[in-house]
Nanobody, 121 residues
């Protein structure tokens, strides 16, 4: 099994910053990529950003220039630095890791439990 420890969510005001982190552990042979998705009430889960183990990144247009994803391969940890936050960034943010749990297994996605980002009024 694969376990995740996600942290960094919380209450913010427009323009503020937050840094999310997600550490994967357990039955991990190799990680291909990690990333973040988000889901707000009534909406589908959407891509925020991904990063491969080689450092290639991909961002949703809505967060380009404001969010930065990074990864510590040695610690199986992915980070999301979120700057200039907007009310529309309110959502539960989910970490995902595409990995092989053993040498013989397929590359599959594993999801964290989510961390909430909410704007305070």
């Amino acid at each position: 099994q694969v376990q995740f420890v996600e942290s960094g969510g919380g209450l913010v005001q427009p323009g503020e910053s937050l840094r999310l982190s997600c550490a994967a552990s357990g039955s991990i042979f190799s990680i291909n990529a990690m990333g973040w998705y988000r889901q707000d009430q009534g909406n589908q889960r959407e891509l925020v950003a991904t990063i491969t183990s080689g450092g290639s990144t991909n961002y949703a247009d809505s967060v380009k220039g404001r969010f930065t994803i990074s990864m510590n391969n040695a610690r199986n940890t992915v980070y999301l630095q979120m700057n200039s936050l907007k009310p529309e960034d309110t959502a539960a943010y989910y970490c995902v890791a595409t990995l092989k749990s053993t040498y013989y297994s397929r590359i599959e996605p594993y999801w964290g439990q989510g961390t909430q980002v909410t704007f305070s009024s």
